[in-house]
């Protein structure tokens, strides 16, 4: 029976993944969050509730130690913060690489040496399909997740050899999630004289579109066909509004 280590198991893509995973009967999923909560999921004796903060060394140290041999990593935790590259400060961009780029990075150099040493292994990295094309208020998030998309096909093309595969899931647009609810809590700028109207106009065109988005269940299926398909592409769109913009970036696999 294959292990599975998650992060950001606390809600949205990466709870949904951890109940995917579950309900396939045949995996360990080491389910891992900042603050651990049993009751989130089922109990189940093939699961396993871990602290992970993927900003803290020594608690990637003891999750890593505690979970045992993993067979498939997916760097899930990640958070966004909108707001104009002029009114981001620097606290907040510090804080979305810490989290989302140098979050994955760590962990998955805690993991990497097992892989390698049993020459098998899956490292799956969530990033965002905001990395695909330009988009306002959302500058230091997408240049965080564009350094996870850079890490990872780098990543890819030296482990390939060692027999362990890296994919890159890149979801859409989720209302189904807290993502939203937690950019809410860092967004700045709704009421500033220069980019207030901006980025109101912004924020109602993007609740006013009625399109396809993606679900956390997209997002658990795409990370589902990585870890078990060795044909899976690198890139891996997740949701419909995803696929799209992938196909439009002429994303190879879209």
Not at 123 to 140: D, W
Request: glycine share 8%; net charge negative; charged share 20%.
């Amino acid at each position: 029976m294959k292990t599975i280590l998650i992060t950001g198991c606390s809600s949205g893509f990466g709870l949904e993944t951890a109940r995917h995973f579950l309900e396939q009967g045949d995996w360990q999923v080491v389910a891992t969050m900042r603050s651990p909560r049993q009751d989130l999921l089922a109990p189940s004796s093939r699961l396993r509730v871990l602290r992970l903060d993927v900003t803290d060394p020594h608690s990637i140290r003891d999750a890593v130690e505690a979970a045992g041999p993993i067979d498939v990593l997916v760097n899930n935790a990640g958070f966004g913060a909108p707001a104009p590259v002029e009114r981001t400060d620097m606290d907040t961009v510090r804080g979305l690489f810490e989290t989302n780029t140098f979050g994955t990075i760590a962990v998955t150099q805690a993991v990497l040496p097992q892989m390698r040493e049993r020459r098998q292994g899956v490292v799956i990295n969530v990033s965002s399909s905001a990395t695909l094309k330009p988009l306002p208020l959302v500058g230091a998030y997408r240049a965080a997740k564009s350094a996870v998309n850079a890490f990872s096909e780098s990543l890819a093309a030296e482990v390939q050899h060692f027999g362990v595969r890296v994919h890159i899931v890149l979801p859409g647009s989720s209302g189904e999630t807290r993502f939203r609810e937690t950019a809410r809590a860092h967004a700045k700028g709704f009421d500033d004289e220069v980019y207030g109207a901006f980025m109101r106009e912004i924020v109602a065109r993007a609740l006013a579109s009625t399109g396809p988005g993606t679900r956390a269940q997209d997002v658990a299926e795409a990370v589902w066909r990585s870890a078990t398909d060795p044909s899976t592409p690198l890139h891996i769109p997740a949701g419909a509004d995803a696929v799209q913009w992938a196909q439009d970036a002429g994303l190879d696999g879209a």
